[in-house]
């Protein structure tokens, strides 16, 4: 049983039509995307065609991050607190315990 999800182009003709509440960006550079839909809340992948974080290319996740903007979509970036693994030399982490 394979995973759920929406094409790029339905994803877009989703927004279009305001069908898309909210859209959650995986790091590091957004290549997985998950859409939240108006009508049910129920969060799926956006997959095929969805764009991959290229230096040199103009589509990319942070042009889709344009396209929501520009059509009142709100989205975020899901990061995870990562444990501090130290500093500068001489300096000790501080661990509560």
Do not use: C, H, T
Request: proline share 8%; glycine share 10%; charged share 30%.
């Amino acid at each position: 049983e394979g995973i759920e999800s929406l094409p790029y182009a339905e994803f877009l003709k989703a927004v279009d039509n305001k069908e898309v509440a909210s859209v959650e960006f995986l790091p590091p550079s957004g290549d997985v995307a998950y859409a939240v839909l108006k009508e049910d809340g129920k969060r799926i992948r956006i997959g095929q065609g969805w764009p991959e974080e290229k230096g040199n290319a103009w589509s990319s996740p942070m042009y889709v991050m344009r396209i929501l903007d520009n059509k009142g979509v709100p989205y975020k970036f899901k990061f995870e607190k990562v444990p501090y693994r130290g500093g500068a030399p001489g300096r000790e982490a501080r661990v509560s315990r």
